[in-house]
């Protein structure tokens, strides 16, 4: 009974975790500033804190992952602590049911027919999420122009892994086709079984991807596969019974209205719920595709190399010296250096005191800039930038966005089309 008490407990957080996220992206979507979700992180990041201090001693700071924040050392460690809490919980709650076990038993038997529906609701909104930005060609979008002019040994094995799937439209359009088809398979639970099944070899893929080449969401395939096996462990033996012994089995299927007594009504404001969710999720990110083509051009510059002197360990460049700037729209500056490796940024203008500001490229914005400099327009749209800290100076020349207007394909090679000075 331990084990039934800390596997359910163990989902509930899971689930949790997964709906406070999908809520956060419905209502992102709708443009409602969800700070309940910023909120929601800086009391766990807090509790986390003291519990790394007082237990784990890795010297864990608040607000330190950076990017995407699924395999931080905080979703680590609030695993490791969710883990433990749960397992206390259990003992505790084993121990006072200990001379009710067969009512006890018939309470989780119930509890597991309603976590089961929840979970498999929950996960067919994640595999829906995670395929229609696929379909749309989202997750992993064309080579851009800042990957090209990387050099092949500055990649990493994800950004190598995302280039490559990104490269091929119809290959990643067959990715996000299969995830919606197993989201829809899941939505009815007589065909929830193959949409299981093709779930689990989908991200069974996923996860070994995932670890074979550094993705920063290995944590996350993981606990999507957990929630695929839990669902998944009442049809084992119907499934050896057919697969290995090839036998003829039948499949059964519980009957919600039965066992979990949820009215008609209730079924049919579930389903407006879902079809809205889904419908939101496609109309958004269709949008997005839209929006995005209406985005000003990306701004590139080149930086001139002789002007960079006095450089300073104090600098946020620390002797990389800059050779090309990517001002993006949604406010995120790329500085690929001299020698071909590059950081992200993000970046702040205050027009008032022509100053520009560089700030660690977080999830979640800084307050604190790394790097200010002072801004000095000079002819045909080029500046100058004068380093606050020290003597510093960059000088920036425009590159015509026209050089990078054009895409990969097999009849042109895309050296041909981009600057001299900017091919190593």
Same mark, same amino acid.
Not at 308 to 321: C, G, H, P, V, Y
Not at 345 to 366: C, E, H, P, Q, T
């Given at each position: 009974?331990?084990?039934?008490?800390?596997?359910?407990?163990?989902?509930?957080?899971?689930?949790?975790?997964?709906?406070?996220?999908?809520?956060?992206?419905?209502?992102?979507?709708?443009?409602?500033?969800?700070?309940?979700?910023?909120?929601?992180?800086? @009391?766990?990041?807090?509790?986390?804190? *003291?519990?790394?201090?007082?237990?784990? #001693?890795?010297?864990?700071?608040?607000?330190?992952?950076?990017?995407?924040?699924?395999?931080?050392?905080?979703?680590?460690?609030?695993?490791?602590?969710?883990?433990?809490?749960?397992?206390?919980?259990? /003992? /505790?709650?084993?121990? /006072?049911?200990?001379?009710? =076990?067969?009512?006890?038993?018939?309470?989780?038997?119930?509890?597991?027919?309603?976590?089961?529906?929840? =979970?498999?609701?929950?996960?067919?909104?994640?595999?829906?999420?995670?395929?229609?930005?696929?379909?749309?060609?989202?997750?992993?979008?064309?080579?851009?122009?800042?990957?090209?002019?990387?050099?092949?040994?500055?990649?990493?094995?994800?950004?190598?892994?995302?280039?490559?799937?990104?490269?091929? #439209?119809?290959?990643?359009?067959?990715?996000?086709?299969?995830?919606?088809?197993?989201?829809?398979?899941?939505?009815? %639970?007589?065909?929830?079984?193959?949409?299981? $099944?093709?779930?689990?070899?989908? @991200?069974?893929?996923?996860?070994? $991807?995932?670890?074979?080449?550094? =993705?920063?969401?290995?944590? *996350?395939?993981?606990?999507? $596969?957990?929630?695929?096996?839990?669902?998944?462990?009442?049809?084992?033996?119907?499934?050896?019974?057919?697969?290995?012994?090839?036998?003829?089995?039948?499949?059964?299927?519980?009957?919600?209205?039965?066992?979990?007594?949820?009215?008609?009504?209730?079924?049919?404001?579930?389903?407006?719920?879902?079809?809205?969710?889904?419908?939101?999720?496609?109309?958004?990110?269709?949008?997005?595709?839209?929006?995005?083509?209406?985005?000003?051009?990306? %701004? =590139? &510059?080149?930086?001139?190399?002789?002007?960079?002197?006095?450089?300073?360990?104090?600098?946020?460049?620390?002797?990389?010296?800059?050779?090309?700037?990517?001002?993006?729209?949604?406010? @995120?500056?790329?500085?690929?250096?001299? !020698?071909?490796?590059?950081?992200?940024?993000?970046?702040?203008?205050?027009?008032?005191?022509?100053?520009?500001?560089?700030?660690?490229?977080?999830?979640?914005?800084?307050?604190?800039?790394?790097?200010? &400099?002072?801004? !000095?327009?000079?002819?045909?749209?080029?500046?100058?930038?004068?380093?606050?800290?020290?003597?510093?100076?960059?000088?920036?020349?425009?590159?015509?966005?026209?050089?990078?207007?054009?895409?990969?394909?097999?009849?042109?090679?895309?050296?041909?089309?981009?600057?001299?000075?900017?091919?190593?």
């Amino acid at each position: 009974m331990l084990a039934r008490h800390f596997i359910f407990l163990l989902l509930v957080i899971i689930v949790f975790a997964f709906s406070n996220v999908i809520l956060h992206l419905i209502l992102d979507n709708w443009g409602i500033d969800y700070r309940f979700f910023k909120t929601l992180y800086e @009391t766990f990041d807090s509790i986390i804190y *003291l519990a790394d201090k007082l237990l784990f #001693k890795t010297g864990y700071k608040p607000n330190s992952h950076t990017g995407v924040p699924t395999d931080s050392l905080f979703a680590v460690l609030f695993l490791i602590l969710s883990i433990a809490v749960v397992l206390l919980i259990s /003992i /505790i709650w084993t121990f /006072i049911e200990r001379n009710h =076990v067969k009512e006890a038993n018939k309470r989780l038997d119930n509890y597991d027919l309603k976590t089961r529906e929840v =979970v498999r609701i929950v996960l067919a909104l994640i595999m829906f999420h995670y395929g229609i930005i696929k379909l749309f060609l989202r997750q992993m979008p064309p080579n851009s122009i800042v990957q090209l002019l990387t050099p092949f040994g500055y990649y990493n094995k994800h950004e190598l892994m995302w280039s490559f799937i990104g490269a091929s #439209k119809t290959f990643q359009f067959f990715l996000g086709f299969s995830e919606c088809l197993c989201a829809t398979l899941l939505l009815f %639970r007589k065909t929830s079984l193959l949409g299981l $099944m093709t779930c689990f070899a989908i @991200t069974l893929n996923i996860c070994v $991807m995932n670890f074979s080449y550094d =993705v920063p969401a290995r944590l *996350l395939a993981c606990l999507v $596969m957990t929630m695929i096996v839990y669902l998944l462990t009442p049809y084992v033996k119907i499934l050896y019974k057919i697969l290995i012994q090839g036998n003829v089995a039948r499949i059964t299927f519980p009957d919600r209205q039965k066992n979990l007594k949820i009215s008609l009504s209730v079924n049919k404001l579930l389903s407006i719920l879902i079809l809205l969710i889904l419908g939101t999720n496609t109309f958004f990110t269709y949008s997005r595709i839209n929006n995005r083509n209406k985005l000003p051009p990306i %701004r =590139v &510059y080149h930086a001139d190399v002789t002007s960079q002197t006095a450089l300073s360990e104090n600098t946020i460049i620390k002797n990389n010296i800059w050779d090309l700037a990517f001002f993006k729209p949604d406010n @995120t500056l790329t500085v690929i250096y001299t !020698k071909g490796n590059r950081t992200n940024f993000k970046y702040s203008i205050d027009s008032a005191a022509g100053s520009l500001s560089l700030f660690r490229y977080a999830y979640f914005n800084d307050s604190l800039p790394l790097q200010v &400099y002072k801004i !000095k327009r000079l002819q045909n749209e080029n500046i100058a930038l004068h380093s606050t800290i020290d003597s510093t100076t960059i000088n920036l020349q425009v590159v015509s966005p026209s050089i990078f207007d054009f895409e990969i394909n097999s009849n042109r090679k895309w050296t041909e089309k981009l600057p001299v000075y900017s091919i190593k």
